[in-house]
């Protein structure tokens, strides 16, 4: 069963702040994202990545920036926290690009608070 | 860019009810169409999907949804719900561009609520 790992369930950060968030996967997967999750707002693609030192926005970049140093990381990179980037963050990853047809495995997600 | 639409933001029903939840895609290519479920604390998981053919679907406990192509429609239904069916439910669309598609958009989510 694919599995993809968040590194943390809850951060909390402070304003200006540069937070690390890690998202790894086991299964291979040559696709990555991240998403936002907000009430009412559903999800929003943040970035995402098709190979490894490849990324691409997704539709709400502005404050971040993302690494694929490794096929299997993703990590999400806030360089200045910001009170309006609280919010729950979702890491997915799916199967190679000619084959998105295939579903997208989500991670538990990490509830990131700005203070 | 194409957009989601999800009307009920949140659906209370009572046991044994029928459900519905609406979804409606903006975009007039051909797109392939998902239903994500999120039980309370667990992650994103795939209820359904469809990508060709026939447009009824039926996916994991019970769920179907139907593609109305001339409505931009992939409404989800299941005939009689139950207490553990609570959950937030997202409808998604990837939209292909020559043959190869695009990453997921999602709607912004109904939360069905079943009474016991």
């Known amino acids: 069963d694919v599995k993809v790992t968040q590194s943390s369930r809850y951060l909390v950060k402070r304003t200006g702040e540069k937070v690390f968030l890690e998202c790894v996967q086991d299964?291979?997967?040559?696709?990555m994202f991240w998403y936002r999750q907000d009430p009412g707002l559903g999800l929003r693609l943040i970035y995402f990545s098709y190979d490894v030192k490849m990324k691409e926005k997704g539709d709400i970049p502005e404050g971040y920036s993302v690494s694929r140093e490794k096929k299997e990381r993703f990590s999400l990179i806030l360089e200045s926290a910001s009170t309006n980037q609280t919010s729950m963050y979702l890491c997915?990853?799916?199967?190679?690009?000619?084959?998105?047809?295939?579903?997208?495995?989500f991670g538990n997600g990490t509830r990131l608070t700005v203070t | 860019a194409q957009s989601v639409s999800q009307h009920n933001h949140h659906v209370i029903l009572s046991e044994a009810a029928s459900l519905e939840l609406g979804c409606n895609y903006s975009y007039g290519g051909t797109v392939n169409l998902f239903w994500y479920v999120q039980y309370p604390g667990q992650h994103l998981q795939l209820l359904l999907k469809?990508?060709?053919?026939?447009?009824l679907v039926k996916g994991i406990k019970g769920f179907e949804a139907e593609f109305i192509k001339s409505k931009f429609s992939f409404n989800l239904r299941k005939p009689s719900v139950q207490w553990s069916d609570t959950a937030e439910y997202f409808c998604?669309?990837?939209?292909?561009?020559?043959?190869?598609?695009?990453?997921?958009?999602f709607g912004s989510g109904t939360q069905l609520t079943v009474l016991p």
């Open positions: 997915a990853s799916g199967r190679d690009r000619s084959s998105y047809n295939s579903p997208l495995h």
């Open positions: 469809y990508f060709s053919g026939d447009p």
């Open positions: 299964m291979d997967h040559e696709n």
């Open positions: 998604a669309v990837t939209l292909l561009l020559a043959g190869s598609a695009r990453q997921l958009t």
